[in-house]
């Protein structure tokens, strides 16, 4: 069926809500957890760049959330790619297409010291527990709530496939996760003059 204009930017939208109000509920069960990036938590164009981990200098939440997209594809059979050829006439969009969205939480990574020393141990146990709360809240946000944000014309929720989750860093002063989901978007009957779905 044919994608709806914003169908991507929507479920893109979603899914950083999703995140955010996960982290700063997580804030609310964690001592000591920041919560949701409030300086830099946004949808970006393409790869996100590590613009801003550190501690914010405005006294809000530091780090970076953001999402992006990473890839599109037809699926006769979600989550699979379509390999079928389409029939050259009229308008034969696959069954489904799916989009593959990236989450990425960025905080302040612990760096050597003025003088040449590596980092306490105190001080990466402090980043890691952060990043391993990150991984978990990425993940449940997902899990529970991404599906039921539903989606334009879907009774049953959005369909998803939870993709992998990485580590990032450090890097550049930077340490994160990265998760990755794919996610059947809706589309609209072909038109025979207009769409109104």
């Given amino acids: ?3 709806l204009p914003l169908a991507i930017h929507e479920a893109a939208s979603d899914l950083l809500e999703c995140v955010c109000a996960t982290l700063d509920d997580l804030a ?3 001592e000591d957890y920041p919560g949701c990036p409030t300086c830099r938590r946004c949808l970006v164009p393409g790869l996100p760049a ?3 981990c550190a501690d914010p200098c405005t006294g809000d939440v530091g780090g970076q959330l953001t999402v992006n997209l990473s890839r599109m594809y037809g699926s006769t ?3 699979a790619e ?3 050829p389409q029939n050259v006439r009229g308008c034969t969009p696959p069954l489904s297409t799916a989009v593959e969205l990236v989450v990425t939480v960025l905080r302040c990574a612990p760096g050597p010291t003025e003088e040449g020393c590596p980092p306490s141990c105190e001080d990466l146990e402090a980043a890691a527990r952060v990043t391993h709360i990150d991984a978990v809240g990425v993940f449940n946000a997902i899990t529970c709530c991404l599906a039921a944000t539903g989606g334009r014309g ?3 929720g959005r369909p998803y496939i939870l993709g992998r989750q990485q580590t990032l860093g450090p ?3 930077c340490v994160g996760v990265e998760q990755r989901v794919t996610i059947a978007l809706p589309g609209c009957k072909c038109p025979e003059a207009d769409c109104e779905c």
Avoid: K, S
Wanted: net charge neutral; glycine share 10%; proline share 10%.
């Fill in 50 to 52: 590590w613009d801003d």
């Fill in 154 to 156: 879907r009774r049953r």
């Fill in 28 to 30: 609310t069960q964690a």
């Fill in 1 to 3: 069926m044919p994608l």
């Fill in 77 to 79: 059979n979600f989550p």
């Fill in 171 to 173: 890097q550049g002063g």
């Fill in 82 to 84: 379509d390999n079928t």
